[in-house]
Structure formats: C-alpha cells, structure tokens
C-alpha cells in the first residue's frame, strides 16, 4: 500500500523572511535551529522535505524552501 504524501504549505513570506536572516547570521545549521528555538519555532524532517513547525504545540507552520537544506 503506497504511503499518503504529507505536504505542509509553504512559509509565509514574513516568517521566511526571519528565518532567512537568522541562517545568515548562523554559523552552523545547528547554531540556525538554535536562533529558531529562540522566536518559538523548530524545523523537523518529514519525508526528506524540512518543516517549519512551532515549538510550543507542535503545528506546521509550513514547509521551507530548498535553499535552508
């Protein structure tokens, strides 16, 4: 049986825009998840394809661009 493909919407542009500045001033994409945690939000690999996701409750916010893999 072929497993049902889970596809997240993308990030809204303001928020993508956040999340571009923090990865351009990390120095690892470790140091990036870390500056993520610090505005509320967590990014989780799902089927290959990163999500953006709010730390507290665990809702997607949102799928994220190639570019941040």
């Known amino acids: 049986m072929a497993q049902a493909e889970r596809k997240a919407p993308p990030v809204d542009a303001n928020i993508l825009e956040l999340i571009r500045s923090e990865r351009d001033k990390a120095l690892s994409p470790r140091e990036w998840k870390f500056r993520l945690r610090g505005y509320g939000y967590a990014v989780k690999t799902v089927a290959g394809t990163q999500v953006l996701?709010?730390?507290?409750?665990?809702?997607e916010?949102?799928?994220l661009p190639p570019e941040f893999a």
């Open 61 to 63: 916010v949102g799928t």
């Open 53 to 59: 996701t709010r730390l507290t409750t665990g809702d």
